[in-house]
Nanobody
Framework: QVQLVESGGGLVQAGDSLRLSCAASGRTFSWFTIMAWFRQAPGKEREFVAAISWPGGSTYYADSVKGRFTISRDKAKNTVYLQMNSLKPEDTAVYYC??????????????WGQGTQVTISS
């Protein structure tokens, strides 16, 4: 079992930047570990934002954030980050960190954090 703790959310204005962090602890990561960010806006379903392969660092993004958000990881700190630039009001949501096993496009996310609120004012 992996424990995930998100931080870094807050209230910012449109055009600003935020960096979210997700610290992982517990079971050691495997060669097939994928870590990802999802978000859920009020009244909407949870949606995929970005994912990163833990061992190799390959990344994958939702079209809605491509070019604005960057996912990265620090193996020494067991932490994954989401750098969010040029934020828009439609990015407002609770952001969740998740981890699972598989490949970037085929993974079952089994561990989830508690979420961190990101609010973008216009």
């Amino acid at each position: 079992q992996v424990q995930l703790v998100e931080s870094g959310g807050g209230l910012v204005q449109a055009g600003d930047s935020l960096r979210l962090s997700c610290a992982a602890s517990g079971r050691t990561f495997s060669w097939f570990t994928i870590m990802a960010w999802f978000r859920q806006a009020p009244g909407k379903e949870r949606e995929f934002v970005a994912a990163i392969s833990w061992p190799g660092g390959s990344t994958y993004y939702a079209d809605s954030v491509k070019g604005r958000f960057t996912i990265s990881r620090d193996k020494a700190k067991n932490t994954v980050y989401l750098q969010m630039n040029s934020l828009k009001p439609e990015d407002t949501a609770v952001y969740y960190c998740a981890t699972g096993e598989g490949s970037l496009l085929d993974v079952r996310y089994e561990n989830w954090g508690q979420g961190t609120q990101v609010t973008i004012s216009s």
